[in-house]
């Protein structure tokens, strides 16, 4: 089955850098987009980032400048570089990918389990 699985979270001082990784696996045949989203304690998920197939990227307002998404076609993955970390940063960040299977003749989305991202002095 098709799997995403995330890695790289971890504690950091604010203004720190973490670089997260994301694996997609299985019975894939195509990818459309992969995209990171974010949730902190008590608050909704929100979007972070996306990358398209063909290298196209946007941001969240409140990460533009400061995130960086890329991906590998070929290894099928996606990374978000994260600089000048902040508090409001704090998060469990998940990636997210459009996928077709070898199995369906149309896209599904999928999720990864999360990495926890924690900025704290």
């Known amino acids: 089955q098709v799997q995403l699985v995330e890695s790289g979270g971890g504690l950091v001082q604010p203004g720190g850098s973490l670089r997260l990784s994301c694996v997609a696996s299985g019975r894939i045949f195509s990818i459309n987009y992969m995209a990171w989203y974010r949730q902190a304690p008590g608050k909704q998920r929100e979007w972070v980032a996306t990358?398209?197939?063909?290298?196209?990227?946007n941001y969240a307002d409140p990460v533009n400048g400061r995130f960086t998404i890329s991906s590998d076609n070929a290894k099928k993955t996606v990374s978000l570089q994260m600089n000048s970390l902040k508090l409001a940063d704090t998060a469990v960040y998940y990636c997210?990918?459009?996928?077709?299977?070898?199995?369906?003749?149309?896209?599904?989305?999928?999720w990864g389990q999360g990495t926890q991202v924690t900025v704290s002095s």
């Open positions: 990358i398209t197939s063909s290298g196209d990227t």
């Open positions: 997210n990918s459009t996928i077709r299977s070898t199995s369906t003749p149309w896209s599904t989305d999928y």
